[in-house]
T-cell receptor, first 112, second 114 residues
């Protein structure tokens, strides 16, 4: 079973700081990568997708992908208490192009 | 959140009961999914449908029975469940089954089996 690994946290950052969330994956041929945010008791909400090496920015969020290192990260600039949630990394399973492997998620706490 | 709806939001059932979970997507997507989310475990893919046809059954016990009458509706029929089946059941949809198609989740049904 190919895996997606995330540090469970909690990762605690002060309000206004940059939060850095990391994810590694084991299947070298994976091509599509997604970050979801999940508030306690709620369902996952798609934040960003990334498919090519490098950075992709959307507002306060930046996704970074390094396929050679099998590493994908999510940076949250100017972190707000409302960003406190669990962040899930998902990686497509190449043999079935659509299916996703999810990590267990990293819990982020932004303190005022 | 209104793009994919699920009912009921909460369900408590005994091990001998039969119940059904319903999912409806209003996004014009062709693919729909059932996932299970248990405490301390990653999301587990259960079933995948594309244009009403099942394309994936991820070794799910037969006490879970999916039904997809059309591309907008998906059901999960439950019978003789076990307490370990208690979890959050999530429905998702995507435009198609291409690797880059983003999946959007419904609010989930919190199931408790007593």
């Amino acid at each position: 079973q190919k895996e997606v690994e995330q540090n469970s946290g909690p990762l605690s950052v002060p309000e206004g700081a940059i939060a850095s969330l990391n994810c590694t994956y084991s299947d070298r041929v994976s091509q599509s990568f997604f970050w979801y945010r999940q508030y306690s008791g709620k369902s996952p909400e798609l934040i960003m997708s990334i498919y090519s090496n490098g950075d992709k920015e959307d507002g306060r969020f930046t996704a970074q992908l390094n396929k050679a290192s099998q590493y994908v990260s999510l940076l949250i600039r100017d972190s707000q208490p409302s960003d406190s949630a669990t962040y899930l990394c998902a990686v497509n399973i190449p043999n079935s192009g659509y299916a996703l492997n999810f990590g267990k998620g990293t819990s982020l706490l932004v303190t005022p | 959140e209104t793009g994919v709806t699920q009912t009921p939001r909460h369900l408590v059932m005994g091990m001998t009961n039969k119940k059904s979970l319903k999912c409806e997507q209003h996004l014009g997507h062709n693919a729909m999914y059932w996932y299970k989310q248990s405490a301390k475990k990653p999301l587990e893919l259960m079933f995948v449908y594309n244009f009403k046809e099942q394309t994936e059954n991820n070794s799910v016990p037969s006490r879970f029975s999916p039904e997809c009458p059309n591309s907008s509706h998906l059901f999960l029929h439950l019978h003789t469940l076990q307490p370990e089946d208690s979890a959050l059941y999530l429905c998702a949809s995507s435009q198609d089954l291409r690797g880059r198609d983003e999946q959007y989740f419904g609010p989930g049904t919190r199931l408790t089996v007593t």
